[in-house]
């Protein structure tokens, strides 16, 4: 068949390579509710303002009684609570008479429809018994004011697993719906209820160890105590916080240190800090003097938790020392992360772009080339924005690879990359020897 000439001189094909959405995987974290909010059980809501979180709340339940004594409010509730005996949660009091009723507590159920709280002053005999903040409303509201206390540069979820009468029960829901909800991967950090650490610790680091591997990357933020910090050790995928004992009822001490993970978007212009030393806003510290032996023992167990700048002269309160449960610096484990993800999307995006253009990229040392020039590219990226001290990436030659591996060419599989990364520390304490010398004339 004879060609087709046209007056044409010059034909232009056009391929496009696009530019991958960059991963906010790492700025995106979810308060964890069980039951705390009008939000469909398995379901998830992005809020960027604490007034956002609010309107999801639960609807304040009706109390029909409270009577006072010995420091201790009974409640009675008109519907049943739905937890179990024992069981601890943050609520809201509201609408009561007398007013000193109203407020946010600790509380403990005691049964069906009871549960106490601690109040040091007899308000008086209740006539009016108001509304109660039903289980997880009150946590969520707490953490979201505490939250957004830090600033604005980044939103939270809220995640809604339905109401669960223990806390066993809520761990196991959460585990679900991390496993049906993982590929791809939805949140990088979860904030818990401290209940959750109160009733079962143990359960809990049983769950959160599932991703303690160093490829993890998921991270749990757990309220918990002195006595039940150790029941984390070890655990890289635990951020655990013990607050001060003098911290408002309003006050969510972990919501700092959770903000402050989200917010980090390492860049040229915007290195990662440490999580250590970060200032923190709206909540108490803790008080050194007649503390310091919990405070020692916290900061020894890789805990964290809220004290001033007091020894540099700054009055402002601090994360200390910013660590995760296995001792590592939290910002180091961000820092790996973020090369992890960042290098994963940028080979992926190469080899797609690599199908439509023109020359292809190809199963050759030329794309092994090309390949390793993006990989290395992200590992510069990662020393120049303060998640590593140095990053190299390195892959076996075409020839090599092939000839070890002679059915993997056929199956256009490549194992041949490798990278070492050396994560980015930050000071945590110094010591300075001093010669004081007398001086002779």
Same mark, same amino acid.
């Given at each position: 068949?004879?060609? &087709? %000439? &046209? $007056?044409? %001189? =010059?034909? +232009?094909?056009?391929? =496009?390579?696009? !530019? $991958? &959405? +960059? #991963?906010?995987? /790492?700025? #995106? *974290?979810? %308060? +964890? #509710?069980a039951g705390g909010t009008t939000l469909t059980a398995g379901t998830y809501q992005y809020c960027g303002t604490l007034s956002a979180v609010q309107a999801l709340l639960a609807t304040p339940l009706a109390l029909t009684g409270m009577v006072w004594s010995s420091g201790t409010v009974t409640a009675t509730t008109a519907a049943t609570i739905g937890l179990a005996t024992?069981?601890?949660f943050t609520t809201i009091i509201a609408g009561a008479t007398p007013a000193a009723y109203n407020g946010t507590y600790s509380a403990t159920v005691t049964g069906a429809n009871t549960f106490t709280f601690?109040?040091?002053t007899n308000p008086g005999t209740e006539t009016v018994p108001g509304t109660y903040l039903p289980s997880n409303a009150g946590f969520i509201s707490n953490s979201a004011t505490t939250f957004f206390a830090q600033g604005n540069a980044v939103g939270v979820y809220v995640l809604e697993l339905g109401a669960q009468t223990t806390a066993a029960s809520a761990i196991t829901a959460l585990q679900t719906w991390i496993t049906a909800n993982s590929n791809p991967q939805v949140f990088y950090a979860y904030l818990l209820p401290a209940a959750w650490d109160a009733a079962s610790s143990a359960a809990l680091n049983t769950m959160t160890a599932n991703y303690d591997s160093p490829s993890g990357q998921t991270y749990f933020f757990v309220t918990t105590t002195v006595s039940n910090l150790p029941n984390y050790?070890?655990?890289? !995928? +635990?951020?655990? /916080? =013990?607050p001060s004992p003098t911290k408002a009822s309003t006050e969510h001490q972990l919501s700092v240190d959770f903000y402050n993970w989200l917010a980090n978007k390492p860049g040229s212009s915007n290195p990662l800090a440490p999580m250590s030393y970060r200032y923190a806003y709206g909540v108490t510290p803790w008080a050194q003097v007649g503390n310091q032996t919990n405070i020692n023992t916290v900061l020894t167990n890789y805990g964290n938790l809220i004290? &001033? *700048? !007091?020894?540099g002269g700054i009055s402002t309160a601090c994360i200390f020392k910013g660590t995760t449960m296995d001792g590592e610096q939290a910002a180091w484990w961000y820092g790996i992360d973020w090369f992890r993800i960042q290098v994963k999307q940028a080979l992926a995006a190469a080899i797609i772009n690599g199908s439509n253009s023109n020359p292809p990229l190809l199963y050759d040392q030329n794309g092994i080339n090309t390949l390793l020039a993006v990989a290395q590219n992200v590992a510069n990226s990662a020393v120049k924005f303060g998640c590593a001290l140095s990053a190299v990436v390195t892959a076996v030659p075409f020839s090599t690879y092939t000839t070890e591996n002679p059915n993997d060419y056929n199956a256009g599989i490549y194992n041949g990359f490798s990278a070492t990364v050396v994560g980015q520390n930050a000071f945590l304490t110094l010591t300075l020897n001093l010669d004081a010398t007398q001086f002779v004339a």
């Amino acid at each position: 068949m004879a060609t &087709t %000439i &046209t $007056p044409t %001189i =010059v034909t +232009v094909n056009t391929t =496009v390579t696009r !530019a $991958p &959405t +960059v #991963s906010q995987l /790492q700025q #995106s *974290g979810a %308060i +964890v #509710s069980a039951g705390g909010t009008t939000l469909t059980a398995g379901t998830y809501q992005y809020c960027g303002t604490l007034s956002a979180v609010q309107a999801l709340l639960a609807t304040p339940l009706a109390l029909t009684g409270m009577v006072w004594s010995s420091g201790t409010v009974t409640a009675t509730t008109a519907a049943t609570i739905g937890l179990a005996t024992g069981q601890t949660f943050t609520t809201i009091i509201a609408g009561a008479t007398p007013a000193a009723y109203n407020g946010t507590y600790s509380a403990t159920v005691t049964g069906a429809n009871t549960f106490t709280f601690a109040l040091a002053t007899n308000p008086g005999t209740e006539t009016v018994p108001g509304t109660y903040l039903p289980s997880n409303a009150g946590f969520i509201s707490n953490s979201a004011t505490t939250f957004f206390a830090q600033g604005n540069a980044v939103g939270v979820y809220v995640l809604e697993l339905g109401a669960q009468t223990t806390a066993a029960s809520a761990i196991t829901a959460l585990q679900t719906w991390i496993t049906a909800n993982s590929n791809p991967q939805v949140f990088y950090a979860y904030l818990l209820p401290a209940a959750w650490d109160a009733a079962s610790s143990a359960a809990l680091n049983t769950m959160t160890a599932n991703y303690d591997s160093p490829s993890g990357q998921t991270y749990f933020f757990v309220t918990t105590t002195v006595s039940n910090l150790p029941n984390y050790a070890n655990n890289k !995928a +635990v951020y655990a /916080q =013990v607050p001060s004992p003098t911290k408002a009822s309003t006050e969510h001490q972990l919501s700092v240190d959770f903000y402050n993970w989200l917010a980090n978007k390492p860049g040229s212009s915007n290195p990662l800090a440490p999580m250590s030393y970060r200032y923190a806003y709206g909540v108490t510290p803790w008080a050194q003097v007649g503390n310091q032996t919990n405070i020692n023992t916290v900061l020894t167990n890789y805990g964290n938790l809220i004290l &001033t *700048g !007091a020894e540099g002269g700054i009055s402002t309160a601090c994360i200390f020392k910013g660590t995760t449960m296995d001792g590592e610096q939290a910002a180091w484990w961000y820092g790996i992360d973020w090369f992890r993800i960042q290098v994963k999307q940028a080979l992926a995006a190469a080899i797609i772009n690599g199908s439509n253009s023109n020359p292809p990229l190809l199963y050759d040392q030329n794309g092994i080339n090309t390949l390793l020039a993006v990989a290395q590219n992200v590992a510069n990226s990662a020393v120049k924005f303060g998640c590593a001290l140095s990053a190299v990436v390195t892959a076996v030659p075409f020839s090599t690879y092939t000839t070890e591996n002679p059915n993997d060419y056929n199956a256009g599989i490549y194992n041949g990359f490798s990278a070492t990364v050396v994560g980015q520390n930050a000071f945590l304490t110094l010591t300075l020897n001093l010669d004081a010398t007398q001086f002779v004339a």
